[in-house]
């Protein structure tokens, strides 16, 4: 698979405060993004992800390293004439109609007028801004809004697009939406290279993820490799159980054995522990309701990556 | 094409504001009510019509190149407007010149339609065109032009009240110019001599820009002078424009 982004070594440092002290918020960064897949760049709030996108973009500079966006050097203007970018709680010109917003990030793209009202038309369309596309931006509320930075970001047909908290401040119904489109552009060959921090989204859409803590990136991979090494537990729900067999079960578990009415459940730590539990149980005449393998989730593996940082 | 699509829209940034309707009724309603003032002098009505309406054309000119200048790179960064924008295949000097060359439309036209009205009173008064005075004004917006640039300057590293401050300060000292010099020359000691002229080569001389009054003397006007003055404000204007790239080229938007 081809890279579209390359990014090596990439570090920012910032100067800060009265005696302008050099601050780094993103450590020397290596990642590269392949064609076609949905990236989820992860972090607690003051990781380094928006500089990160920020540099990618070319909104600062960076203090050392080098990256490529679709083979073409981040310093060339170039680079951005095939990628999208929506930044997060997107601003814009509160005096223009998002007709015309659209419209003047066309021509920023050097697209002819033809194509733009073509453009313009069906994005419209697609982010269901069709009845206010004529309105005043100071007059769209921050759904609408996003929807436009979406819009935007889609305007030159790009084949990167870059989301900045593209979620953030969205009802149920517009993240769904925005979960959708993300899909959508994946499946027309994309690649989407988003930052998030509401894990369930990313747990559902992304191919890959990396986990970005204090400025230096922790974990890079694929969402199965991440969450399913190592499983955590097999969860075992049980009926009609004795008190003999749960005696003998007891040296087998992990915690304590819970009681519900009519029902046990056993947390054993691993494969060869449950074969001999189901034995058992088996044997002494119980049921066997279910048998859950727990999993790590998203959630969880980011929470040790960022205290592991800290600590 | 870049350049031209973001001066389009800070056009219609400044024509959608309040404030510039705001400056320029004033400035209308003070150059319509010269002819009422022309009437309390005597057989001077021509000169006050054409001194006044020049005089405040030229000062509300500067009103808006200063209040809308200050703001221009400011208010973009402030509002993080410009993220979007310079996501874009585009250069940042080329987003820079689009916002200055945004401005200068914007008081081409405000100037121009100032400039039409003392031109229409004046021939109200006198009975007869003087399009000399359509040389008079577009000689000052030369000089709006510097003053533009230098906004365009301030704004993209100082807040608008600083930035408002330095270009009111470079208007007033650009238009005395000219006595900056006579006083270096005439009355200081050496070492404030040289700190005067100093200050006379920085600061724009805005005062060769001014040939208001000798269109109303009807004396005779150097085409040399006046391209000289053209040159002069062009070189200017570059050299501001510059400085003001320089900067930007290396800011971070954080």
Known sequence: MAAVIEISGLRKEFRVGFWQRRTPVLHPLDLTVTAGEIFGYLGPNGAGKTTTLKLLTGLILPTGGSARLLGQDLTEVAAKRHVGFMPENPYFYEYLTGREFLDLCGRLFGLRAPVRGERIGSLLCLTQLEAAADRQLRKYSKGMLQRLGLAQALINDPRLVILDEPMSGLDPLGRKAMRDTILQLKAEGRTVFFSSHILSDVEMLCDRVGILVAGRLRDVGRLEDILTTPTEAIEVTLAQATPALLTALGTLTQGPILHQPERVLLRLPDEARLDRALRLSLAAGARVVSVAPQRVTLEEHFIREVRGAAA | ?254
């Open chain 2, 1 to 254: 094409m870049s350049v031209w699509a973001i001066a389009v829209n800070t056009f219609r940034e400044a024509v959608r504001d309040r404030i510039l309707y705001s400056i320029l009724a004033f400035a209308l309603l003070l150059i319509g009510a010269s002819v009422f003032l022309a009437g309390l002098s005597l057989g001077q009505e021509s000169r006050i019509v054409k001194d006044l309406g020049l005089a405040a054309s030229s000062l509300f000119g500067a009103f808006i190149a200063i209040f809308l200048g200050i703001g221009l790179v400011f208010k973009e960064i402030e509002r993080r407007t410009l993220y979007a924008i310079i996501a874009k295949p585009i250069h940042r000097y080329q987003f820079l010149l689009g916002k200055y060359l945004g401005l200068v439309l914007t008081l081409l036209v405000t100037v121009g339609v100032m400039a039409l009205l003392v031109l229409g009173l004046a021939r109200l008064v006198d009975g007869h065109w003087s399009p000399a005075l359509l040389l008079a004004a577009g000689s000052d917006f030369l000089a709006l032009m510097i003053v533009t640039a230098a906004a365009l300057l301030f704004s993209t590293f100082s807040t608008p009240t600083l930035s408002a401050l330095f270009t009111l300060a470079i208007f007033v000292i650009g238009r005395l110019s000219g006595d900056i010099r006579l006083f270096a020359e005439q009355f200081a000691g050496p070492g404030v001599r040289q700190a005067v002229f100093a200050l006379y080569l920085v600061v724009p001389d805005l005062a060769r820009f001014q040939i208001g009054s000798q269109v109303i003397h009807g004396l005779p006007l150097a085409p040399a002078e006046i391209a000289r003055a053209a040159g002069y404000g062009a070189a200017y204007v570059g050299m501001l424009l510059f400085l003001a790239i320089a900067i930007f080229q290396f800011r971070d938007f954080k």
